[in-house]
């Protein structure tokens, strides 16, 4: 398997531009997650998924920030409007059940907001 | 609410020497625990887990852990630190009714 595939890997813009974040689970995983990570809060839960369906939107900053999940094999992240404070790593990971398995990150997108 | 703590924002060992990476949760029921690991510049992934069955887990690449419930510990270790060691290590813990939540994590260097 290809593993939990992001893209892009970095992405530059500026400030008021909309973002896209993309991600493509691991075939067969029911659950997908979104993190952000800083140097300043470390790794944040942002959203996760089961079955597509969100459950957990907590972690979502503000309301610049939305999550959709149209099917089992897609999912992205859109920050519109962009601010530098957006600027962070963001992964994505997919995992069998949402309980107890193991989480499968993929690489990250490195995401700098000018 | 559970939660996780992790002593020591960075931790540096010789070559060959021994690795202990502390861990400890909160949790008022019973936690699955996780420690993964982040190379630069990629994801975490898995070093090992514990979701109830045996206390002393053992990981990929000779790491192991023990879960420790008077202690509330989930410390990791490794009895001879390799160079390919060095990367940051996260302390996870997780139950059935709630959502994962990840230690700020070690930066672990290892010295030639």
């Known amino acids: 398997d290809a593993g939990v595939i992001q893209s892009p890997r970095h992405e530059v813009t500026e400030m008021g531009q909309e973002v896209t974040l993309r991600c493509k689970p691991i075939?067969?995983?029911?659950?997908l997650f979104w993190y952000r990570q800083t140097m300043m809060r470390g790794l944040e839960l942002l959203i996760y998924?089961?079955?597509?369906?969100?459950?957990?939107d907590s972690g979502m900053p503000e309301d610049r920030f939305s999550a959709k999940m149209p099917n089992a094999s897609f999912s992205t992240l859109k920050i519109q409007p962009s601010e530098p404070r957006d600027s962070a790593v963001y992964f994505c990971?997919?995992?069998?059940?949402?309980?107890?398995?193991?989480?499968?990150f993929g690489p990250g997108t490195r995401l700098l907001v000018l | 609410a559970q939660s996780v703590t992790q002593l020591g924002s960075h931790v540096s060992v010789s070559e060959g020497a021994l690795v202990l990476l502390r861990c400890n949760y909160s949790?008022?029921?019973?936690?699955?625990l996780f420690w993964y690991v982040q190379y630069p510049n990629q994801g975490l992934q898995l070093l090992l887990k514990?979701?109830?069955?045996?206390?002393l887990v053992k990981g990929i690449n000779g790491f192991e852990a023990e879960f420790k419930k008077s202690e509330t510990s989930f410390h990791l270790t490794k009895p001879s630190a390799h160079m390919s060691d060095a990367a940051e290590y996260f302390c996870?813990?997780?139950?059935?009714?709630?959502?994962?939540?990840f230690g700020p994590g070690t930066s672990l260097s290892v010295i030639p």
């Open positions: 075939s067969g995983h029911n659950s």
């Open positions: 514990y979701t109830s069955a045996a206390t």
């Open positions: 996870a813990v997780k139950t059935s009714y709630d959502k994962v939540i």
């Open positions: 949790s008022s029921v019973p936690p699955y």
């Open positions: 998924f089961n079955n597509n369906v969100p459950i957990d």
């Open positions: 990971a997919s995992s069998l059940d949402s309980i107890q398995e193991t989480q499968y």
